[in-house]
């Protein structure tokens, strides 16, 4: 619990206290009947601050406390901890779904992508934070319900062994990581194209070109690394310039070392938040 005096000095506000906890109490209940309860107040708190306080920097002291919720409880909470490591087992044993994934993953980075360029950074982020909610509902409603027709579906679409989902918590604490450090605009597009679009082409061409793999990462190949700097860097010069060459860089090298617990749709927004931070600064 040491995190809540830091998001409550960082963003002033005690909005945060509340959120994070239950958060943090939702996570630790997901995949069961428990977890609706602190669930229902968790999307309440977050609803009541959307009427209150509206967008701005209370928002993204929201962002802050469901992604460092989402993330402290994948990290220390043994039981998910286990279901994130069966994550990090059997990625990319099955190429035919990894690419599937991949194909949703793009789809997911290119719709938020254009939230933000017809609607900016404010509505969009209000509209990611609650699609976010939401999908942690219907992900842990699907997760027991295989026999559906869309639980089936969703599920085929899961890592073998792995809990419905857990890559998408990963992706959506990622994603709201980056909303809750920074309001600019190109710099969000940035992070969102490489963690959704750059990352998933990546993988896409790493299943289908052979190369060496990369000696700090023997899950991520040489052409994978390549190809998401490449991409990355293109679609950052576009936005940014110079600097947004740098940040796919820096994305490129955090996600080709990122691994268990830790995972790449985390660190690397977390990443290059960092290092707009200092550059802003100086």
């Known amino acids: 619990m040491a995190v809540v005096p830091i998001l409550v000095i960082g963003f002033s506000s005690y909005l945060v206290i509340p959120i994070f906890v239950f958060s943090i109490i939702s996570g630790t209940y997901l995949y069961t ?27 993204m002291a929201i962002d802050a406390a469901i992604s460092t919720g989402m993330i402290v409880v994948m990290i220390f909470d043994s039981r998910e901890r286990q279901y994130v490591k069966a994550n990090e087992i059997t990625r990319g044993e099955d190429r035919i779904k990894e690419v599937r994934r991949d194909y949703v993953q793009i789809a997911a ?25 939401l999908l942690y509902a219907i992900g842990n409603f699907f997760s027991a319900r295989p026999d559906l027709m869309i639980g089936k579906f969703l599920q ?36 969102v194209f490489i963690i959704s679009i750059g990352d998933s082409i990546a993988t896409i061409v790493g299943v289908n070109v052979k190369s060496p793999k990369l000696f700090i990462n023997r899950k991520k190949s040489v052409a994978g690394t390549l190809s998401l700097f490449a991409v990355s860097a293109a679609f950052g010069f576009l936005l940014i310039g110079f600097l947004g060459i740098d940040y796919a860089a820096l994305g490129s090298i955090v996600e080709a070392v990122s691994g268990y617990p830790l995972d790449d749709n985390m660190t690397v927004p977390f990443a290059i938040s960092l290092m707009a931070s200092i550059v802003r600064m100086l």
């Open 33 to 59: 009947k428990k977890f609706y309860y602190p669930f229902v107040f968790l999307f309440a708190f977050t609803l009541l601050s959307y009427i209150f306080f509206g967008d701005g920097s209370q928002w």
């Open 109 to 133: 980075g290119i719709i938020i992508i254009g939230l933000l360029y017809f609607y900016g950074v404010d509505i969009s982020r209000i509209l990611v934070t609650f699609g976010s909610l």
């Open 156 to 191: 085929n679409l899961e890592r073998s062994h792995t809990k419905l989902g857990i890559g998408s918590m990963w992706f959506a604490s990622g994603i709201l990581l980056a909303y809750s450090m920074h309001d600019g605009l190109y710099l969000i597009m940035l992070i």
